[in-house]
């Protein structure tokens, strides 16, 4: 094992404890952001992530616009990382003037190596709780790879699936971006400064937060189908989805109306990310 192996284990279970208070304007914000009617007093499945924003002083932001490494995450020494996906349970929605307690907990910690160079997968848990009730528990992948080379070969894309019951095309622009990065406080570069994504970072364009496009999957649902309950929700981001180019949403639901697979593809129709959704 090497020594950065032994140095970001020591993070495993490492646990740090947080509150907020659950607020109306982000709601509000965030469904015209959406093009939605405002939610009432309710927070909508994933829409909690609008809460425990991280708010690192200006001078412990690294040259990518996140935070520093370090703290409760890991050193990772990595130049690019991106939220992977995510597991969640929602047991009773959160509603507006409710004081949240946000335990989280890093379970993985796992270096590899891909085709593409190194890796490092985090894992994190959260659970939070308003008075002692757990409402919404939560693991978020996070992964972390070292900078594209130029001789890499890129690894195939994946063709979205066919025999969608739902699809909602959605113009995923730079204002959509800028919008959605400054409600949940991400300062990440790849969402809003081209050269930056472009030449150091070696995309195409915007990238379009991953959150955001799992966002839009569970909407899909909400729209398709306003009176159902989600009580499972699971995520994985496949491939970058980039700005001002069509994102098309789908789903399918179960043969037994109790659950619906979704993904989103891009203008080409490549698979950008797989979801799913389980009702109460």
């Given at each position: 094992m090497s020594e950065s192996n032994i140095s970001l284990t020591e993070w495993l279970s490492k646990q740090k404890v947080t509150r907020d208070i659950v607020?109306?304007?982000?709601?509000?914000?965030?469904?015209?952001?959406?093009?939605?009617?405002?939610?009432?007093?309710?927070?909508?499945?994933?829409?909690?992530?609008?809460?425990?924003?991280?708010?690192?002083?200006q001078t412990d932001i690294d040259s990518d616009g996140h935070p520093k490494r370090g703290g409760f995450l890991p050193p990772?020494?990595?130049?690019?990382?991106?939220?992977?996906?995510?597991?969640?349970?929602?047991?009773?929605?959160?509603?507006?003037?409710?004081?949240l307690i946000r335990t989280s907990t890093i379970e993985r910690v796992e270096d590899k190596t891909g085709r593409s160079g190194r890796l490092v997968f985090v894992s994190?848990?959260?659970?939070?709780?308003?008075?002692?009730?757990?409402?919404?528990?939560?693991?978020?992948?996070?992964?972390?790879?070292?900078?594209?080379?130029?001789?890499?070969?890129?690894?195939?894309?994946?063709?979205?699936?066919?025999?969608?019951?739902?699809?909602?095309?959605?113009?995923t622009g730079p204002v959509m971006l800028f919008r959605y990065s400054a409600l949940?406080?991400?300062g990440h570069r790849i969402h809003y400064d081209r050269p930056y994504a472009t030449e150091v970072e070696g995309y195409s364009d915007l990238v379009v937060h991953g959150p955001l496009v799992a966002t839009l999957l569970i909407d899909l649902v909400a729209r398709e189908l306003p009176d159902v309950t989600v009580r499972r929700f699971t995520f994985?981001?496949?491939?970058?989805?980039?700005?001002?180019?069509?994102?098309?949403?789908?789903?399918?639901?179960?043969?037994?109306?109790?659950?619906?697979?979704?993904?989103?593809?891009?203008?080409?129709g490549f698979l950008t990310m797989r979801a799913s959704a389980e009702f109460a």
């Open positions: 607020t109306a304007f982000p709601l509000s914000a965030l469904a015209a952001t959406l093009d939605r009617t405002e939610p009432g007093r309710s927070v909508p499945p994933l829409w909690h992530w609008l809460y425990f924003l991280p708010v690192a002083p990772v020494p990595l130049p690019r990382r991106m939220w992977a996906g995510g597991r969640l349970t929602f047991h009773t929605p959160l509603a507006v003037g409710e004081q994190v848990r959260h659970a939070i709780e308003t008075d002692g009730k757990l409402k919404i528990e939560e693991e978020q992948d996070i992964v972390y790879r070292d900078a594209p080379r130029a001789d890499a070969v890129a690894s195939p894309a994946e063709r979205a699936p066919h025999g969608e019951v739902w699809r909602r095309v959605v113009d949940t406080f991400n994985k981001a496949v491939r970058p989805a980039f700005a001002g180019r069509p994102l098309t949403l789908c789903g399918r639901p179960s043969d037994d109306g109790n659950a619906v697979e979704l993904w989103a593809m891009d203008q080409e």
